[in-house]
């Protein structure tokens, strides 16, 4: 507040004219001292930043493009219009042939892969006849013969090992307000499944009744519908306890609801129409793998804004938690992932857990799962925690966020909208890293999910990242440089 | 807390053994303050007593019956487990012939009934084929020639004018529990509807088309199901937003999504399949009657319990808003109806409302609905007022609900049980009356839903039930007649 902390720049005007406010930072007792007097205090939960990095976040600041770049980055995500159009082979949606594999994350190799990685890609060698046996696999594996890439680099999501093969169905997004289209297998359900690293013989027969019956099927119904909003069943879920990563019962029943009079429609074996009707509504976890795709198509036209800090990707291969920023392209900012903290599943503990995997957190860098679990109080009895944690947590979450989302409210808070764009100078100017809930993947090739919990990002991710948007960052124009009209 | 208002009775040992608690009433500095100095504290919301019963109150409390029999009623209220197990015509289901007719609310003649229920009953006058035009039914109702009884007093309940006929489908619910069953038609959509009176060809071809193939297509599924566990809808609903009186999104839709595998199976023409699917489907509120006869399922074993001052029905017929208390048995307590306090659709206003009408505070009366209003706080969008009203609501019913239902949980109060049971004694004594909230009906027969908001129960009609409980109270036990063994 003190003048010589003012920058050069345009006049004062209008800063003196209105009655004095204060804005109080971390320390509490001034802002109730303040209160008690009757003076309007706005408070601003102030904690250090969280590395060395003040030169770097000055500069960013300092960086004429930041505001506006920030700005027209959460307006395209929330502009967003997605909408489910049909199911297409692998091959075809995003383009892979015989022996290439989508992952989840940033980049990985065989060697550096986790085990339900390795347990994913065992199943999908064995799915696609590339193997007969899960040694024969690992062998192929190990020689090197795979050829990886991020389900984000393919214009695709998955869901924990998130491992995608040619052919496999995938549903197809369109983002009907940009034209952009994004891609995510469809969701086998709970218990043993490849996602989770699974690959006994029982696994490889489901993928086959998705791939012969189920993908058909589906896209057989989105057909005869013409198109789904789902930005229209995201909002409504949002309103029904859903979160949209961890709990996704709503979405799912209104899904069901949706599309089954045009299934009945299709002109499907009634055999085959039971199948999958029965199939898709006992899993509640189905709406999972069309929600991630509507926040991947939502984010992806704000990648490659020049200045923005806000995040288009975050991503856990098994073994790295990586992040990418709209102004720094498709460079991934990674450290070591952690083992979420959370509730596990029978017998199993922290002892079984593999660290955090997934391309599921596209929900939170687009304003959904962990940032509105104010949304979905119920899921404490999942992840752990309590009621009011769910609360916390969404609030501390508008502090990191640059918007609020129009169309995803939530309810007890007086419909506020969701906090979204998730900007890395706040997280690091905050020291607050985004609130991420996930399932929790057993660490051995094999086993399956073992619990649910929450996930502390490493906030060296977030750091790094600014790093890099500093050494993009423009300097500020000088006073008699500024061409602006609003200012004069 | 005096030891001069202790009654003669038993010993006062261990009142003064532990460490003193104190609990304030009303005025909230006493409270503050001796929290302040580490007094552990229990607030009460005090106001008041309704009226001038304090001597009829003090008999209440003083009958040796009251305690047990409030608990008793309220324990057989939440040990309920409503099922769904098939549909009947309403003759067979409530044994109801030509000419006579179930409605909503106390009892009432043609006469003194509103608008909305005058239509209804036109609407199912011309319906069962008793008159050709609505002037017709209008003079067959005027002679008085129709026998008029309460659902409630036919093992039934019936949203709005609830009005029964002897065609009508029902659906026919068991209370496993108690071996009790209840009774309510199936929810017709919105629009020109019965229930809001409406009697247009439309209304009369859509109630033929539910008695032909809705009705026997629901029943061929619950019979494929076996049975449907309707506790279990309500109790995730609840985690999912609904409150299950006027927000019944993610119970219909959990109900789509148990009955359509069965349907499916169930060997029903293709078409008419289609048609019920999507009937079914396009109605948000169809749950409404499964969940209405669930609590009427849960009340009627709570009934008779002499001492007990619990109620078991609160229901309005459009003129009168009408109570019973399980201890005095079938009789009414009634005052007139108010208008509710709401939002009105499209150009209707306060002036084109009718009273209050409808059975479906039943919902209320078992510990859902304005109760559970803090579970679905998006419900103001419906009724009017903040998320914060819907939260108040639920806490302040806690004051007159004798227990907490372990079935029924609010998340965003660390899952709290639903607020159930209301004492009408609790009512007078602290001025609180139900929160209700409801649809409402247009005044002038014929015009349908106007609008939905909430009402406030006529308080008179809970200071007649604590009247009639005092004159049927037994004197308190004096020390020497004391039976009991556990106080020996």
Redesign the interface.
């Known amino acids: 507040m003190s003048a010589d902390s003012a920058p050069t720049g345009p006049p004062l005007g209008g800063l003196l004219d209105g009655a004095p406010a204060v804005v109080t930072a971390g320390v509490e007792l001034f802002e109730s001292t303040l209160r008690d007097q009757g003076v309007e205090v706005v408070a601003v939960d102030w904690r250090p930043p969280a590395a060395d990095v003040a030169a770097q976040l000055a500069a960013i600041a300092a960086d004429p493009r930041t505001a506006d770049a920030n700005q027209t980055a959460v307006q395209r995500i929330t502009d967003a219009q997605p909408r489910w159009v049909g199911v297409a082979p692998a091959r075809d949606a995003v383009g892979i042939g015989t022996g290439q594999f989508l992952h989840a994350g940033p980049p990985i190799t065989w060697e550096r892969a986790s085990g339900p990685m390795r347990g994913a890609l065992i199943a999908a060698m064995l799915y696609e006849g590339m193997a007969d046996t899960p040694e024969e696999a690992e062998q192929i594996g190990e020689r090197g013969e795979l050829e990886l890439a991020p389900c984000h680099s393919a214009g695709a999501v998955g869901p924990m090992a998130g491992v995608v093969s040619p052919s496999m169905p995938m549903f197809v997004i369109e983002n009907a307000a940009f034209g952009n289209t994004a891609h995510c297998t469809l969701n086998e359900g709970l218990g043993k499944v490849l996602r989770y690293g699974a690959y006994a013989p029982e696994v490889i027969e489901r993928l086959r009744w998705m791939e012969q019956v189920l993908g058909p099927a589906m896209d057989a119904g989105v057909r005869q519908l013409g198109s789904m909003d789902l930005r229209a069943i995201i909002q409504?879920a949002m309103?029904?306890?859903?979160e949209l990563h961890n709990r996704n019962?709503?979405a799912s029943?209104?899904f069901?609801?949706e599309i089954?009079?045009p299934l009945?429609?299709a002109g499907l074996d009634?055999g085959d129409?039971?199948d999958v009707?029965?199939f898709i509504?006992g899993n509640e976890h189905f709406f999972l793998n069309l929600g991630m795709p509507s926040a991947k198509a939502a984010l992806d036209p704000a990648r490659d804004i020049p200045g923005s800090s806000v995040l288009v990707a975050m991503a856990r291969n098994g073994t790295d938690f990586g992040i990418q920023a709209s102004g720094t392209g498709d460079r991934w900012f990674t450290a070591p992932a952690t083992v979420p903290d959370g509730l596990y599943l029978g017998d199993y503990g922290p002892d079984d857990a593999n660290p955090d995997i997934g391309d599921s957190t596209i929900t939170e860098t687009g304003g959904m799962g962990g940032f509105v679990m104010a949304a979905a109080?119920?899921i404490?009895?999942f992840v752990g925690g309590?009621?009011?944690d769910a609360?916390d947590a969404t609030r501390s979450m508008y502090q990191i966020a640059v918007g609020e989302h129009p169309h995803y409210q939530i309810?007890?808070?007086?419909?506020r909208g969701s906090p979204v764009g998730i900007d890395a100078t706040r997280v690091v100017r905050t020291s607050t890293v985004p609130a991420v809930n996930t399932g929790i993947a057993g660490r051995v090739a094999g086993t399956g999910q073992v619990g649910a919990g929450l996930v502390t990002p490493p906030m060296e991710v977030f750091v790094e990242a600014v790093r890099a948007l500093a050494e993009l960052a423009e300097p500020p124009a000088t006073a008699g440089a500024d061409t602006s009209t609003d200012r004069a």
Chains 1, 2 share one sequence.
């Open positions: 409504q309103q029904m306890g859903d019962r709503a029943a209104l069901v609801r089954v009079p009945l429609e009634s129409l039971a009707v029965r509504n109080p119920a404490v009895r309590q009621a009011s609360l309810p007890i808070l007086e419909f």
